[in-house]
């Protein structure tokens, strides 16, 4: 099967981190696909990014689709555009926020979210919310780390990070960790040595979830919000996305 992974934001060197999380996980039989848009962000901190991600992002899944793809996730961990994106593609979409949530889910009774930035926090609350899942999550919680600063080996970065983690499992029970972004990808399986439960790439459990759906033949349902876009005019730079 193909899959198609987008990194919404405009950063190649994530986008390859990203690739290499996918791949170290998929099937031998799944071929992985990794992008970046050409317009857009260079890293998604909050709601005003989110915005300006999503048109990019939306022209990535459009062309993959024409190329095939058996699925396509979303490698950011707000979900940027993920409503749009099942409503336009013809695969199905998964968003790797959505993604590890739903797996910690299946391996403890109360998880912790850890993120980068503060600004990021109530966006994931907000999807927390939207998927049912946020009296599963004992708190959402950031370790004021920018995205981008996780492009490097950081040991700063990755102290801090797993400082949260030690405060997670002590002040707020916190059974499983999420790692709240796709640029944390390469992290999950030493925090999980190096603290002793299960630490959930979002990356990851979302190529899992998207072999699953291909293998099973299921695609998003058109009965509801995900009908295709009525056919309408576009204009100035959003014309090319007119369905």
């Known amino acids: 099967m193909r899959l198609h992974v987008v990194n ?29 848009p050409a317009m857009g962000p260079v890293s998604i901190e909050g709601f005003y990014d989110e915005a300006f991600a999503v048109p990019g992002m939306l022209g990535c899944i459009r062309e993959a689709d024409r190329n095939g793809a058996d699925a396509h996730i979303i490698a950011c961990f707000d979900d940027t555009g993920l409503d749009a994106a099942r409503a336009a593609a013809k695969a199905p979409v998964i968003g790797i926020g959505e ?34 899942l946020a009296e599963r999550c004992a708190r959402v919680r950031a370790a004021e780390v920018p995205v981008l600063a996780l492009e490097e080996r950081n040991a700063d970065a990755l102290g801090k990070i797993s400082a949260e983690i030690t405060a997670a499992i002590r002040d707020d029970r916190a059974e499983a960790i999420v790692l709240g972004c796709a640029g944390m990808a390469d992290l999950a399986t030493e925090l999980a040595g190096a603290h002793g439960l299960p630490v959930v790439d979002g990356v990851a459990a979302a190529v899992t979830l998207a072999e699953s759906l291909v293998r099973l033949g299921l695609k998003t349902s058109r009965l509801g919000p995900y009908a295709p876009p009525r056919a309408k005019s576009y204009s100035g730079l959003f014309s090319q996305f007119q369905p």
């Open 8 to 36: 919404p934001n405009t950063t190649a060197a994530m986008t390859a981190k990203i690739a290499a999380a996918a791949r170290s996980v998929a099937l031998p039989d799944t071929l992985i696909d990794a992008g970046q």
């Open 99 to 132: 993604a590890g949530f739903h797996m910690a889910s299946l391996v403890a009774a109360r998880f912790a979210v850890v993120t980068t930035l503060g600004v990021s926090i109530v966006p994931i609350e907000h999807n927390l919310r939207k998927y049912g």
